[in-house]
C-alpha cells in the first residue's frame, strides 16, 4: 500500500489543523493505522493509533484530549485531528500502516510509511 499524507502548515498557538493521510489500493480496511511526528534532533514517536474498523483508538500522553485519530475506508483515508496546538507539536508528522488488526505504538511494527507532512506551531 502507497500512503500519502497532507494538510500540515503554519497555524497559531491554540489553532487547529487536520491531517490525511490518503491510501492506495482496494485493502485500506485490512489495515489497521498509525500517526507518528519527528521534531528536528529527536526520535520519531507515537502519536495515534486506529484499529482496522475504526472502532479502537489510542494516544499518546502528550496528544490526549487535543487530538482524534479517525479513518474512512470507503475513503481510503485516515485522518488526524489536532486542536488546542502547542508549539512542541511542532514536527513533521508521518502516517504508517500495518497489516493486522490493530497497529502498535512503536514504528518498528509498522510495514508502510508516508512521507511527512510538517506541522509549525507557532507561540
Known amino acids: 500500500v502507497q500512503l500519502q499524507a497532507s494538510g500540515g502548515g503554519l497555524v497559531q498557538a491554540g489553532g487547529s489543523l487536520r491531517l490525511s493521510c490518503a491510501a492506495s489500493?482496494?485493502?485500506?480496511?485490512?489495515?489497521?493505522m498509525g500517526w507518528f511526528r519527528q521534531a528536528p534532533g529527536k526520535e520519531r514517536e507515537f502519536v495515534a493509533r486506529?484499529?482496522?474498523?475504526?472502532?479502537?483508538?489510542s494516544y499518546a500522553d502528550s496528544v490526549k484530549g487535543r487530538f482524534t485519530i479517525s479513518r474512512d475506508n470507503s475513503e481510503n483515508t485516515v485522518y488526524l485531528q489536532m486542536n488546542s496546538l502547542k508549539p512542541e507539536d511542532t514536527a513533521a508528522y508521518y502516517c504508517?500502516?500495518?497489516?493486522?488488526?490493530?497497529?502498535?505504538?512503536?514504528?518498528?511494527?509498522?510495514?508502510?510509511w508516508g512521507q511527512g507532512t510538517q506541522v509549525t506551531v507557532s507561540s
Open positions: 504508517a500502516a500495518r497489516r493486522t488488526p490493530v497497529g502498535g505504538t512503536t514504528q518498528d511494527v509498522y510495514d508502510y
Open positions: 489500493g482496494r485493502t485500506f480496511s485490512s489495515y489497521s
Open positions: 486506529i484499529d482496522r474498523s475504526g472502532s479502537f483508538t
